[in-house]
Nanobody, 124 residues
Framework: QVQLVESGGDLVQPGGSLRLSCKAH????????IGWFRQAPGKEREGVSC????????YYADSVKGRFTISRDNAKNTVYLQMNSLKSEDTAVYYC?????????????????WGQGTGVTVSS
């Protein structure tokens, strides 16, 4: 059974850091691109970052560039999202997903396997 499980969400103060994890079950994550998405209350789900499997290319939304870093540990079948210098506008439920292909896609509808999400709240 293909499953993605996110963890690491928490309440953090502005300027703080968190590391989110996305662990794959039922498939070998190293062969697939993994994207991180987020959805804030009342807003549409948006792409945050993605890492391909073919060449390890990484992509970031402009809003998180320089603050977030995506990485993968194939031995642990896990992708991470390191989030630094967090802002209140980063508050959202964060999801990881895969398009079931080696390369990242800018089209959210191509991501057909999703985790259940992990909540991040940035507040003082």
């Amino acid at each position: 059974q293909v499953q993605l499980v996110e963890s690491g969400g928490d309440l953090v103060q502005p300027g703080g850091s968190l590391r989110l994890s996305c662990k794959a079950h039922g498939f070998t994550l190293e062969y697939y691109a993994i994207g991180w998405f987020r959805q804030a209350p009342g807003k549409e789900r948006e792409g945050v970052s993605c890492i391909s499997s073919s060449d390890g290319s990484t992509y970031y939304a402009d809003s998180v560039k320089g603050r977030f870093t995506i990485s993968r540990d194939n031995a642990k079948n896990t992708v991470y999202l390191q989030m630094n210098s967090l802002k209140s506008e980063d508050t959202a439920v964060y999801y990881c997903a895969t398009p079931g292909a080696p390369g990242c896609s800018v089209n959210i509808v191509e991501y057909n396997y999703w985790g259940q999400g992990t909540g991040v709240t940035v507040s003082s």
